[in-house]
């Protein structure tokens, strides 16, 4: 807590014969993170490329029979409503027990994925090969089908309109608009020739003979008027013959077409699930080939580098010694005081204050000598977040939703921080009286309950108030800062100049503030001692702000450091303001719930009136029941945009006023060399390796 769990080298050789399944157990384990060991004579890089390339292929073979199998599956969600997707997430059904593949790896995997494929694969291909098939048919002849009804109304059979040696027919699409002058033209040109119209309104089918001689001058006509020629169907019966021969092959294809989604359906049943437990191995042992790339060797011995969290060292020693019966070298060593670049890093922080890491990461995890900064985040975000959203009932909604669906849905840290987060807001609410608006204590058209009245404040009523606390929450948070750039001080060796200037610029902003309230009497009382006492605190601070600034230059840049402090002044003064955002939002959440609770309650409830009879009170009940939908469905769109913005602007005052003062970040996240099982449990292997 407070700073990354410490880390320390590992440097290991074992026996070559030990290699395959030691790198199992510590797949297994995740205990370390798995550097590239240097190549230097009489090392070379250890690889298993053949392997490799033929897990990949065997991999992308399985991953195309799991998608196209599941393809066949129907999901389970389609057809259901919103309510029914919630209730979903809240009773989440538990995953399916792991299943034991008894100890297969390496080339016993690879044979038994490998045979299952082949099995599976000539009777998925065929049927799928008839499912294309079938389906491209059906897609010609609705095409094929189209035309036909188009060309009902002639009675004869369709082969007397085919190509012959000497008349030529064709048929083309025409706009309503360009039939006449289309038939004008032709005759115009073409002696002789007949034009009529088959069947269509606006999009006319339109029947064109002439003479074979005469066919370019036709086709000349067609592309002038810009018709859309067709090609006739290859039925030669008549065209109501035509459609009843494509309407029963029609009934054939479908019924081909659902055998084969049948066949394909029930191969996906039966193994489907076998294939994923397959494809989840088979990744894994493809992890571990891949770590092979990592390694050095000798003609007898292998070298593995990593990195492994202090407290996990005699874990790494334990596994290590039982699978190499006590045959290796393992060597640790702490960072240097001057490595921080290439460390790993992992978070270890305590509930709740782990729920708020995923904001760390969002910025970018610390480097190894800074601190962690997640500890200090937690309460920061949540009266930031609670005070830009000011309303109770918000609150309780977010709470609650939080909790039973977000936690579930975007796992269980982001749920419980947006958890907190709705408690804040409860309290915050509390203070100023927001409960969906005001309508719960209001003297116009609420019922004035005193259990709703805001304990602290009116934000709307006494606005200064809020803006003094949001500009006192952002002097405190700006000293925080500071504070914690002394802590990350010391972690770097360098704690006498940051005591220096860090806490003048603590004593800068502190008195600086009572300086600026009391001097320019913005608050009652004030008197000679705060005068005083406030500028002479605030310049004592700029003092070793400047001293502190010297400190850390050498040479010329010295001559620059106090217009450089002076001028930092100024960005602290524009981040001090920067805090009044959450007045902004805290006041524009609270009048877009006011007016929400104006309009619907006191503009627009209807009431009945004496002697309006049975249709007025029914009038009157069904305006009711819209208006109080209404009054949710505003009220969720005004916590879900109050919410957005709250989330938003807390997001970036800590990331650029916080985090501006102290926080480097640019750490990579430890990442340990770790099993990923969903459908499938470990078993203890005896020399087995990849």
């Known amino acids: 807590m407070f700073k990354p769990v410490p880390m320390q080298k590992v440097s290991l050789v074992v026996l070559d014969e030990d290699i395959g399944p030691l790198t199992l157990l510590l797949h297994e384990d995740g205990v370390v993170q798995l550097a590239e060991s240097p190549i230097a004579s009489p090392l070379q890089r250890c690889a298993l490329q053949d392997f490799e390339r033929q897990a990949e292929a065997l991999a992308s073979r399985l991953a195309a029979m799991i998608s196209l199998l599941e393809e066949s599956i129907p999901r389970g969600q389609e057809g259901k409503n919103l309510l029914d997707r919630v209730a979903s997430l809240v009773r989440q059904s538990p995953p399916p027990e792991p299943m034991d593949i008894g100890g297969i790896y390496g080339d016993n995997l690879m044979a038994w994925c490998g045979n299952k494929v082949e099995s599976l694969s000539k009777d998925v291909e065929r049927f799928v090969k008839a499912l294309e098939t079938s389906t491209d048919r059906r897609s010609e002849i609705e095409q094929h089908l189209r035309l036909v009804?188009?060309?009902?109304?002639?009675?004869?059979?369709?082969?007397?309109?085919?190509?012959?040696?000497?008349?030529?027919?064709?048929?083309?699409?025409?706009?309503?608009?360009?039939?006449?002058?289309?038939?004008?033209?032709?005759?115009?040109?073409?002696?002789?020739v007949h034009v009529s119209v088959v069947s269509g309104t606006a999009r006319r089918l339109v029947m064109a003979m002439c003479l074979t001689a005469d066919r370019t001058k036709l086709q000349t006509q067609v592309h002038r008027?810009?018709?859309?020629?067709?090609?006739?169907?290859?039925?030669?019966?008549?065209?109501?013959?035509?459609?009843e021969a494509i309407l029963e092959e029609s009934a054939r294809l479908d019924k081909e077409i659902e055998d084969a989604r049948a066949m394909i359906h029930r191969i996906g049943a039966d193994h489907l699930g076998e294939l994923k437990i397959m494809d989840e191995a088979l990744a894994m042992e493809r992890q571990r080939a891949s770590a092979f790339r990592l390694f050095a060797r000798t003609e007898s011995t292998v070298l593995l580098n990593g990195w492994v969290r202090e407290q996990d060292i005699a874990r790494l020693e334990g596994i290590v010694a039982s699978c190499t019966k006590g045959r290796y070298i393992l060597r640790t060593a702490r960072p240097g005081p001057n490595e921080s670049a290439g460390v790993p890093i992992s978070l270890e922080n305590p509930r709740p204050f782990s729920s708020f890491e995923w904001i760390v990461r969002m910025y970018g995890m610390p480097n190894y000598k800074e601190i962690d900064p997640t500890p200090l985040i937690l309460p920061t975000f949540m009266v930031f977040f609670g005070t830009c959203l000011g309303d109770a009932g918000y609150g309780i909604v977010l709470a609650l939703v939080s909790f039973l669906v977000l936690r579930k849905a975007w796992g269980e840290k982001v749920g419980t921080a947006f958890t907190l987060c709705g408690l804040s807001t409860i309290a915050m609410g509390w203070l100023m009286g927001g409960w969906f608006g005001n309508f719960l204590f209001n003297d116009e058209y609420g019922p004035k309950i005193p259990l709703f009245k805001a304990a602290w404040i009116d934000p709307l009523a006494n606005p200064t108030s809020l803006l003094a606390l949001a500009l006192l929450l952002g002097v405190i948070h700006l000293m925080l800062g500071h504070v914690s750039a002394i802590f990350v001080a010391v972690r770097k060796g360098?704690?006498?100049?940051?005591?220096?200037?860090?806490?003048?610029?603590c004593l800068t902003l502190s008195f600086g503030s009572i300086f600026v309230l009391w001097n320019l009497e913005i608050t009652p009382g004030t008197s000679a001692f705060w005068r005083t006492l406030s500028t002479w605190g605030m310049t004592v601070g700029i003092i070793m702000g400047v001293v502190g600034s010297f400190w850390g230059r050498s040479g010329l840049t010295r001559i620059g450091a106090p217009a450089e402090f002076m001028y930092s002044i100024l960005a602290h003064i524009a981040d001090t303001i920067s805090y009044s955002r959450i007045l902004a939002l805290g006041i524009s959440s609270?009048?877009?719930?006011m007016l929400i609770d104006y309009i619907i309650i006191k503009t627009a409830w209807p009431s009945v009136r004496p002697g309006g009879g049975v249709a007025a009170v029914l009038l009157v009940i069904l305006a009711s029941i819209v208006l109080s939908i209404g009054f949710v469905v505003l009220h969720l769109a005004n916590m879900a945009l109050s919410c957005l913005s709250g989330f938003v602007h807390t997001m970036r005052l800590h990331f650029a006023e916080y985090f501006g003062k102290f926080y480097e970040a640019g750490g990579e996240e430890f990442s340990p060399f770790k099993s990923k099982r969903l459908l499938t449990r470990a078993t203890p292997a005896e020399g087995v390796g990849a």
Do not use: H
């Not at 609270?590 to 719930?593: F, K, L, T």
């Open 149 to 192: 009804r188009d060309l009902l109304p002639i009675k004869v059979p369709l082969r007397s309109f085919r190509a012959s040696e000497l008349t030529c027919t064709l048929f083309l699409y025409l706009p309503e608009d360009r039939v006449e002058a289309f038939s004008l033209a032709c005759r115009e040109d073409i002696d002789p």
């Open 225 to 243: 008027f810009e018709g859309e020629l067709v090609e006739l169907p290859p039925y030669d019966q008549s065209p109501r013959e035509a459609e």
């Open 494 to 505: 360098k704690l006498a100049q940051a005591l220096v200037m860090r806490l003048g610029w």
């Open 590 to 593: 609270s009048v877009n719930a």
